[in-house]
């Protein structure tokens, strides 16, 4: 590449949608255009150690849990054209062996996350900003779905987490951050194609002008 990667950083709660959104959005590149980097493979690897009790009262969501070192050093290293190493973060699944990720620098970066705005030196790296704003009750429903079945959590350990920990740091470390977003985007419906369109839109002024640039 001989010119600068497009950063883009997508910054929502949990529950938010940030996951289908990603995957509709890389859907519209092919594989050498676009490459991600989510904050989530970045938390200090301890869960799987802590008995079930101990995960429940332990806070996850505090700037704090992210290697933030790390993370802000391999946003860099893919800036630069390096290509990024990084284990995926299992949770607190103890049976399932992490994947070897491996980021290679493209033209468009995405990073991903929660503190991604917070982290003054991770925003500054942003050339576009896009926030995925989320009704509080949906997301709660989104988060009860994900963590009941694909996680296996007590409904009451998601709930107690979710308003003590979730919420929380949803209002001290994202959203006031919100306003300062180039895109906000609103996604309160269970409609995909609400989605679809909206990143085939950002998707296709991207190709337009980030692409041609690097091609030209």
Known sequence: MSKKPFVIG??????SGKTFFLKCFLNHFKENEVCL???????????????????????????STI??????SDIKKLI?????HQKEYTFN???????????????????????????????????????????????LQRRLKR???ERGY????VLYKW???????????????KELCDIIITNNTHVADDIVKITSEISDKLRKSVLAEQIN
């Open 37 to 63: 980097l989510s904050q989530d493979d970045y938390y200090f690897r301890i869960a799987h150690t802590m008995t079930a009790e101990e995960n429940k009262f332990y806070n996850f969501d505090l700037p």
């Open 93 to 139: 699944n103890p049976d399932a062996e992490p994947k070897l990720l491996e980021i290679k620098p493209a033209p468009i970066i995405m990073v991903e996350g929660l503190f991604i705005l917070h982290f003054k030196e991770i925003a500054d790296l942003l050339d576009l900003k896009i926030f995925i704003d989320t009704h509080e009750e949906i997301a």
């Open 10 to 15: 997508i910054a929502g709660g949990s529950g």
């Open 154 to 157: 007590p409904e009451s350990d």
């Open 147 to 149: 963590d009941l079945i």
């Open 80 to 84: 630069n054209g390096e290509t990024v």
């Open 163 to 177: 308003e003590n920990h979730v919420v929380p740091a949803y209002k001290d470390y994202l959203l006031p951050h």
């Open 67 to 72: 290697d933030n070192h790390q993370f802000i």
